[in-house]
């Protein structure tokens, strides 16, 4: 079993901070990459940022100097900062993980998702 769980999201006002994480629990896979997406109401799932196995980092044009995603690879788990918040980052954001499963290949799990709230 293959599991992520989420955490770290809340209420901030625009301009503060806030610190996602996101674990991932199991046996007899391999990390290949983390990231996070966000979700408004009616909207697509937008990638916000991605980290693989070897630490390379991807943001969205939008969240570029304000998001920072590191990873724990003892912990299997990854978090992201989310620094000079502002109203249009209040989204749902699910972290995912692809991972490597014995004999089944490349597979995606996704976390139940944290909500973030930005008040201006």
């Known amino acids: 079993q293959v599991q992520l769980v989420e955490s770290g999201g809340g209420l901030v006002q625009a301009g503060g901070s806030l610190r996602l994480s996101c674990a991932v629990s199991?046996?007899?896979?391999?990390?290949?990459?983390m990231g996070w997406y966000r979700q408004g109401t009616g909207q697509a799932r937008e990638l916000v940022a991605h980290?693989?196995?070897?630490?390379?980092?991807n943001y969205a044009a939008a969240v570029k100097g304000r998001f920072t995603i590191s990873k724990d690879n003892a912990k299997n788990t990854v978090f992201m900062i989310l620094n000079s918040l502002q109203p249009d980052d209040a989204d749902h954001y699910y972290c995912?993980?692809?991972?490597?499963?014995?004999?089944?290949?490349?597979?995606?799990?996704w976390g139940q998702g944290t909500q973030v709230t930005v008040s201006s």
């Open positions: 995912y993980a692809d991972v490597e499963i014995e004999w089944r290949g490349v597979h995606r799990f």
């Open positions: 199991g046996s007899d896979f391999e990390f290949r990459s």
């Open positions: 980290i693989s196995r070897d630490g390379t980092e």
